[in-house]
């Protein structure tokens, strides 16, 4: 079964510094991968998705197959990205599980002003 | 507006008590999938649905009942709640459920006493 780890629960980073949000998985195939955040008292929402290759808000992910990576990038870490950052893979070729995204259990990000 | 409305936002019970979580969407979604979101656990898949009359379990469906006799609505029932369900729920859904992006409820938090 496919699993999705997220080793840091908290990461605290002052404002500017770069931010790297790890998220590694367990799967043999080609997955496809997302990022959700959840910003305080606001609903989880989609962050990005690796398929789309695109920078949402100064993040960047790149799906790393060799290390089973996909961790979540920023340059300059801004007060307003403290949020709950939760990693997620889906498996396109399990049939009826395909329907399944498994989350990580999230990792904490604060940004020190 | 496009969103997934959740009710109730909280809800105390006591064990044995049956509950009903109601979800509904208004865009014509497919998709729908009830998470369940615990400290230190993440966000955990406990059923989702592919369509009118198609329901499937996810990752913890033990003690969870859910039906999908519409589109737009898939509720969450709790035959016969017990402590262990007390937590943070999410009903989500997307158009198939298929590697485009989910859209989140705001949450019911449930306390089972």
Redesign the interface.
């Known amino acids: 079964a496919q699993r999705v780890t997220q080793p840091e629960k908290l990461l605290s980073v002052f404002k500017g510094a770069p931010v790297e949000l790890k998220c590694n998985y367990s799967y043999s195939g080609s997955p496809e991968l997302f990022w959700y955040v959840q910003y305080s008292r606001q609903r989880l929402q989609l962050l990005l998705r690796h398929i789309s290759r695109e920078s949402i808000k100064g993040f960047t992910a790149d799906l790393n197959k060799g290390e089973t990576s996909f961790h979540l990038k920023k340059p300059f870490a801004q007060e307003e990205d403290s949020a709950m950052y939760y990693c997620a893979l889906r498996d396109p070729y399990s049939g009826a599980g395909s329907y399944q995204l498994t989350f990580g259990k999230g990792t904490k990000l604060s940004v020190i002003p | 507006e496009a969103q997934v409305t959740q009710n109730p936002r909280y809800l105390i019970t006591v064990t044995g008590k049956k509950l009903t979580v109601t979800c509904s969407q208004n865009m014509n979604h497919e998709?729908m999938?009830w998470?369940r979101q615990d400290p230190?656990?993440?966000?955990?898949?406990i059923y989702?649905s592919?369509n009118v009359e198609v329901t499937?379990k996810?990752?913890v469906p033990e003690g969870y009942k859910v039906s999908r006799k519409e589109k737009r609505n898939f509720p969450l029932i709790l035959e016969s709640p017990s402590p262990n369900q007390t937590s943070l729920y999410?009903c989500?859904s997307s158009w198939n459920?298929?590697?485009e992006?989910?859209f989140?409820?705001?949450?019911t938090q449930l306390s089972v006493l």
């Not at chain 2, 230190?40 to 898949?45: K, P, V």
């Open positions: 998709y999938s998470y230190g656990l993440g966000l955990r898949q989702y592919m499937d996810g990752d999410f989500a459920g298929l590697n992006k989910l989140f409820g705001s949450g």
